[in-house]
C-alpha cells in the first residue's frame, strides 16, 4: 500500500466512521477479531483500538504506530493521529519516520547473517581486520576517526561480540563527551553501557572487510528482500512527500534529520509497514540460522545498572533481579514467566519507539510514536496488548502518564 492509497482511505474511513482527526485509525486491522496475550487471555482488536485512542488523549501523543504479532505473524498494523500536527496531516502506515535507535536490531540480524557466513567472528579483534592500526584512520565529516585512542590500547581488544552487547566502554557518542572525544571508560567487555559509538565502529570494520558501504548491505540483506521499499539508512528524496514528524509535549514539530551518511547506530527512515515486515522476518528466523537467533536473542551479558542512561547508569541495583534484565547481541534480554523475551527501543526528541518478542509463545509488539509524551503510555499499552507486564520500565525512564509530576 503507498501513501496516495493510505490518504485516500483514511479520508473514506474519516467520512465515513470517525469523529475526529486524532482518534483515526488506519491500517490491517479486522474488527471484531482478537488478539491473544501472553497469558493466554484474548482481547478484541476493538478493544485495544479503543485503548489506544484513550491513551493519546490522556497523555497528548500526536501519533502511534503499532503492530501486534501472534504466531509471528502481524493480526493487527494500524497507525493513529496525526503525522504533521500543524497541518493536520494524518498518521498512515506508509508515513516515512524516524526509526532511532530500531535501525540497531537490522544492524545485528545483517552481522548475524555476516558471521553465519564466516566473513567476520564474533570474538576476533576488529583490530585484525585492518589493513592498518585503528589509530591511523583519521576521517573527516561526521566519521571522527579514532586517532584520540593512541594512548590506550584497550582498543585492541574489541570485537563484534563485545560491540553488540554494548560493552566496549565508549560513551553512547563522543559528541556528549566535553571534550568530543572518543575515549574507553571501563575494561571492554565487562560491563553494560549503551553506545552508537560501539555499533559504528564495527559497521566501519564491516565496510572495510566486504568493501561495500551499509547503505548497499542494508538494502541487500533486508530492504530489498522483504520489499521495505521506504526504508533506507540514508534520505530519500522520494520520501519528502510522505513525511511523519517527530513533536515534543505541545504538539509541535521538530526539525527533521534528513541523514545522508548511514549509520548502523541510528539513521534509517522505515514505516510502519515497512519495519513490520522486516520484524516478522527476524520473529520467523527468516534468513537467518536458529542458532545465530538463539545467540542474537539470549543473555551475553547481565545488566545491574539502575537505569539505561543518565547518572543511575553507573550505579548497580537488585532492581532487575527478578527478570535477569541482560543483553543479547544488538537487543536487550530478560525472562517472563513466559519464557524469555527480547527487546528493542528506540529515542530522539520527537520519537519514541518499543519491540518486545516472547519467543516461545510466537507473541510480539511494534510501537512507535511520534511525540515526546509517547514512551509515557508504554507500560500500559504493552501491559493491555500483548499482556507484557515484565518491560523494566523503569530502567528505561518510561514513566506512565499518570505518574509524571
Known amino acids: 500500500m503507498n ?29 471484531g477479531q482478537s488478539i491473544k496475550r501472553i497469558d493466554g487471555s484474548k482481547i478484541s482488536i476493538d478493544s485495544l483500538n479503543s485503548k489506544i485512542e484513550y491513551l493519546m488523549k490522556a497523555a497528548n501523543v500526536s501519533g502511534v504506530a503499532i503492530s501486534v504479532f501472534n504466531k509471528n505473524k502481524p493480526v493487527l498494523s494500524s497507525t493513529y493521529g496525526l503525522a504533521n500536527v500543524q497541518k493536520n496531516i494524518p498518521f498512515l502506515p506508509s508515513s516515512i519516520m524516524y526509526g532511532a535507535s530500531f535501525a540497531k536490531t ?30 591511523d584512520y583519521k576521517l573527516n565529516g561526521w566519521r571522527r576517526g579514532y586517532q584520540d585512542l593512541k594512548s ?35 575494561e571492554p567487555g565487562t560491563r553494560y553501557s549503551y553506545s552508537g559509538e560501539g555499533l559504528y565502529l564495527l559497521q566501519f570494520v564491516i565496510e572495510q572487510i566486504t568493501g561495500k558501504d551499509y547503505e548497499t548491505l542494508s538494502q541487500e540483506r533486508v530492504f530489498k528482500p522483504f520489499g521495505m521499499m521506504n526504508t533506507s539508512q540514508v534520505w530519500q528524496t522520494r520520501f519528502d512527500s510522505s513525511i511523519c514528524y517527530g513533536h515534543n509535549a505541545n504538539g509541535q514539530a521538530y526539525e527533521l534529520m534528513k541523514w545522508k551518511e548511514a549509520s548502523a547506530g541510528g539513521s534509517m527512515s522505515t514505516t ?28 551475553q551479558i547481565r545488566i545491574r545498572s539502575r537505569a539505561q542512561f543518565g547518572p543511575l547508569s ?92
Open 272 to 299: 510502519l509497514e515497512d519495519f513490520t515486515k522486516f520484524y516478522t522476518a527476524l520473529i520467523s528466523r527468516k534468513n537467518i540460522s536458529k542458532k545465530s537467533f538463539e545467540a542474537m536473542t539470549s543473555k
Open 3 to 31: 501513501y496516495a492509497l493510505d490518504l485516500i482511505k483514511y479520508y473514506l474511513m474519516k467520512a465515513l466512521y470517525l469523529p475526529a482527526i486524532i482518534l483515526c485509525f488506519i491500517g490491517t486491522s479486522l474488527s
Open 106 to 135: 537490522v544492524f545485528a540480524y545483517i552481522v548475524m547473517q555476516l558471521v553465519e557466513e564466516k566473513i567476520i567472528e564474533l570474538d576476533k579483534p576488529l583490530v585484525d581486520y585492518l589493513p592498518k592500526d585503528l589509530t
Open 314 to 405: 553507573k550505579v548497580d541495583s537488585t532492581d532487575n533481579d527478578a527478570i535477569e534484565l541482560g543483553y543479547g547481541l544488538g537487543v536487550g534480554v530478560l525472562q517472563s514467566a513466559f519464557g524469555r523475551a527480547f527487546f528493542k527501543e528506540g529515542h530522539d526528541e520527537g520519537w519514541g519507539h518499543y519491540s518486545i518478542c516472547f519467543p516461545d509463545k510466537k507473541i510480539a509488539v511494534i510501537i512507535m510514536t511520534n511525540n515526546d509524551n509517547g514512551e509515557s503510555i508504554f507500560k500500559e499499552l504493552l501491559a493491555y496488548s500483548i499482556g507484557d507486564i515484565f518491560t523494566p520500565w523503569q530502567w528505561e525512564n518510561y514513566i506512565p502518564y499518570d505518574q509524571k509530576k
Open 152 to 186: 590506550d590500547e584497550r582498543y585492541k581488544k574489541i570485537t563484534a561480540r563485545i560491540c553488540l552487547t554494548h560493552t566496549t566502554g565508549f560513551p553512547n557518542w563522543r559528541w556528549f563527551e566535553v571534550d568530543k572525544k572518543i575515549k574507553i571508560k571501563f
